[in-house]
């Protein structure tokens, strides 16, 4: 398969064409996707008409209860949320309807719907309703979410979410939207539940979720300098989790931490760290570290805004910590 240079958005873009190109049963439906300020939808209204990438009024969660009732008839929505919060206003339909309503059925009915989900997580003075991680909150429901980080990530992920017959939500990290990397033109799906090691390492492993991921490596790569290997380990799928991959990594260094742009408490680095006590606990040579953003809404102040979430100062120190512990 060719390769060429796309952005992470434009590589979802690109997923979405080939699906609604193999099945005339999808259907793009959201706020402002004939004209997206990002690019994520362009070009599909022209592709496709307006009886397949339909604009709908400002109501999310009308949006939502839309998509269920067309995929209980037969079609398979992709719903885009333009920005995080707007899950908030849509919850009864995506956790009381759509989570649901296949068990209350007794499995008579499928539910594949895809939540395309911009912009997660805190950047740049954003604010409170605009910076919301919301992941955890539909792990909670059990609706199946991926988090790419890389555009050949992106597609991949993005199609095999179009095609589960079960709701998914794709979360599009705010800080890694516009990277650039190189895409096959071919459509692939990748699997569901596989996490990827993205950086080999001895000392400590480091679980790096959504935008977090590349700043990261770049702290691991100057704390190489110093005789410190970490090892970079990428969830990609929260649920369902690549749980074999996270204790594979955990166990070769006997040292975690665990950096997600979730609130701390009930968040998806409590479920990690919680799977690692249970499951590894006798190969861990300290205990494990959480780097997550604080308990509050997040400022506007970029200032302020980083006191609030992780950071390589952040990280750095919580290596020293571990590496140090002799407990």
């Not at 190969?283 to 494990?288: F, H, Q, T, V, Y």
Request: with cysteine; net charge neutral.
């Amino acid at each position: 398969m060719a390769a060429r240079t796309l952005t992470l958005l434009q590589a979802m873009n690109e997923a979405f064409r080939q699906e609604m190109a193999r099945d005339p049963e999808i259907v793009y439906v959201g706020e402002d996707v004939r004209a997206p300020a990002r690019g994520e939808s362009a070009g599909l209204i022209d592709a496709f008409g307006p009886a397949r990438v339909i604009d709908m009024p400002i109501s999310e969660a009308a949006m939502a209860g839309v998509a269920t009732g067309a995929a209980m008839a037969g079609a398979r929505p992709i719903v885009a949320f333009q920005v995080t919060s707007l899950l908030f206003p849509a919850f009864d339909q995506l956790v009381n309807q759509a989570a649901k309503l296949p068990h209350m059925l007794g499995g008579q009915t499928h539910l594949p719907v895809t939540y395309i989900v911009l912009g997660s997580g805190a950047r740049d003075g954003r604010a409170g309703q605009h910076s919301d991680a919301p992941h955890a909150h539909l792990l909670h429901a059990g609706i199946k979410c991926v988090m790419p980080t890389t555009p050949h990530d992106a597609k991949g992920l993005t199609i095999a979410a179009i095609r589960e017959d079960d709701p998914v939500a794709v979360f599009v990290p705010a800080l890694a939207a516009g990277r650039q990397g190189p895409v096959p033109e071919d459509a692939y799906a990748l699997p569901l539940g596989r996490g990827a090691v993205r950086r080999p390492g001895r000392d400590v492993s480091v679980i790096a979720v959504g935008h977090h991921v590349h700043w990261v490596l770049a702290a691991a790569a100057e704390l190489a300098k110093t005789g410190i290997e970490l090892e970079v380990w990428e969830p990609l799928s929260l649920l369902p989790l690549d749980r074999e991959g996270l204790l594979a990594s955990v166990g070769r260094t006997g040292r975690a931490i665990i950096v997600d742009d979730g609130n701390r408490t009930c968040g998806f680095a409590g479920e990690l760290s919680a799977l690692l006590a249970e499951r590894c606990f006798g190969r861990l040579k300290a205990p494990i570290k959480r780097l997550t953003r604080s308990d509050i809404p997040i400022p506007y102040s970029r200032g302020i805004e980083q006191t609030a979430v992780p950071d390589a100062g952040k990280l750095k120190a919580a290596v020293e910590q571990v590496m140090q512990w002799r407990g």
